[in-house]
């Protein structure tokens, strides 16, 4: 006798309501397994795969492609047992399956090891070298800054389903250690290689090809995220080795490519909208992320008072440490660019004045100052402007920092950020100057009191010691809430930031 379970259109993220429908990845009549990835949404923060929480034949889909459906309605049924071969004990609530809360919500796309743990185990006893001489000021720069003051879901079924699902999942950490229903990448559940040694922690993926892959945990883990392909990255490291610079430069090409066709006439957003009768205009649905951004920066907008403060500041030293810092050995595998200095500074402004990093809380009328510092990078995509933060970003030291940044801008661009990634920021740098802009007034991203604009480095004409020389040059804007940062407060955080870029050994002192 059939058995019917019914799959409702689970919360992708913290208070989220709606999701719509990019790819359904199977059809009526397929036969799915636990955790088969069904198909694939967009929310208001990032693109999603969603995972089938039951094994059996799919007799319904509801719900087409560009289709936005609310959270808890049915989107999937399927029979578990087709075939009547088994009779399970069931639940009276087994009809239905309650939409996921924001518990876990993370692993929407990956429950891999984090960032930190990957970074520690990437880096080869023959990188920890020293800086040079002219890289001592990134010494203490690189210091961490610190602020001042379920129970396992089973599927039905017998022998045939466990050996379905052994072909699916190899080698688990634990018995019921993946939560049905929230989603798992690929290959997430098999066992990190224990690592006793440098050669030991190289994975070796064998191509199609007679020649093979090596590369390491961490970085086939961000490939993963990515959706890079190793057999198609082109190894920059000794003996063939693929590194992480590898992956995120492949990454970068493809974005390059998706943002191409973006701005073309058969872009993606272009397509999805209806073209006028005259051919003059084409109206496309606001939604996903480009609805919630626009909600955001009204809300900000129109709640927060805005105040914005400038300051153009001689960077020509930043621009030697980030040259320095490319040289070193110890920096070989991340990016360093002028704005890791730049988030850098801000973080240290943050730790000489606390005040900066706060919130307003309107329904308590308090204002909550946080003692940690969730950075956000400000980052622009095909499917629009998103922010994601690195967690605790004070306890990071500079090649951290560095490691944080890359990973997190390449995998917005990839439209792979998780939803965790974008709650909970406290403060905000955008780096307008990628588009060659000097400056701009930055809109505060909800639930923060400041954001910092970094803009284009440029050589100017600049005195100098009481002489005018060509130097590189860049302006500074700070955006904050005038509800809880005073004129004051707002100047003197500004200033630390363009102190530190103007002279990067401050940060000994500081740091």
Known sequence: MPTYERFPMPDAGEGLTEAEIVEWKIKV???????????????????????????????????????LIDVGTIIMVVDTDPHGAAAPEINDDSASVPAPDAVGA?????????????????????????????????ELLAQPTQPATTAPATAQG????????????EEPEESGSVLVGYGISHGST??????????????????????????????????????????????????????????????????????????GDDSPWLASGTVTHDGRQTRVPVKSVRRRTAEAMVSSAFTAPHVTVFHTVDVTKTM???????????????????????????????????EINASWDDENQEIVYKHYVNLGIAAATPRGLIVPNIKNAHRLGLKGLAQGISDLTATARSGKTPAADMMDGTITITNVGVFGIDTGTPILNP???????????????????????????????????????DGELGARTLADVAAVLEEPSRGLVWG
């Open 29 to 67: 009549g397929d036969t799915v397994t636990v955790n088969q990835v069904i198909l694939e949404v967009e929310t208001a923060k990032s693109l999603v795969e969603l995972p089938s929480p039951f094994a059996g034949v799919v007799t319904e889909l509801i719900g087409a492609e560009g289709d």
């Open 106 to 138: 993370e692993n929407l796309t990956t429950q891999d090891t984090p960032l930190d743990e990957s970074t520690a185990e990437e880096l080869d006893a023959s990188e920890r070298a020293g800086n040079d001489g002219s890289a001592q000021a990134a």
């Open 158 to 169: 017998g022998a045939a389903l466990e050996d379905a699902l052994s072909s699916k999942i």
């Open 190 to 263: 098999k066992r990190r290689p224990r690592r006793t040694g440098a050669a030991d922690s190289l994975t070796v993926n064998k191509p199609a090809g007679n020649e093979a892959v090596r590369t390491k945990p961490p970085v086939r883990k961000l490939a993963r995220d990515l959706g890079i392909e190793l057999n198609s990255v082109d190894p920059t490291g000794p003996g063939g080795l693929i590194t992480r610079e590898d992956v995120l430069a492949a990454s970068a090409a493809t974005s390059a490519r998706a943002l191409t066709t973006y701005e």
């Open 320 to 354: 030697r440490l980030v040259k320095a810092l490319r040289e070193d050995r110890e920096f070989s595998d991340v990016r360093v660019t002028p704005l890791l200095i730049a988030a850098k500074a801000l973080l240290l402004a943050v730790s000489r004045h606390p």
């Open 447 to 485: 639930g923060e009191s400041a954001i910092l604009a970094f803009g284009a480095i440029r050589e100017q004409p600049w005195v100098h010691k009481g002489k005018i020389k060509k130097r590189w040059v860049t302006q500074l804007a700070l955006s904050f809430d005038h509800r809880l940062v």
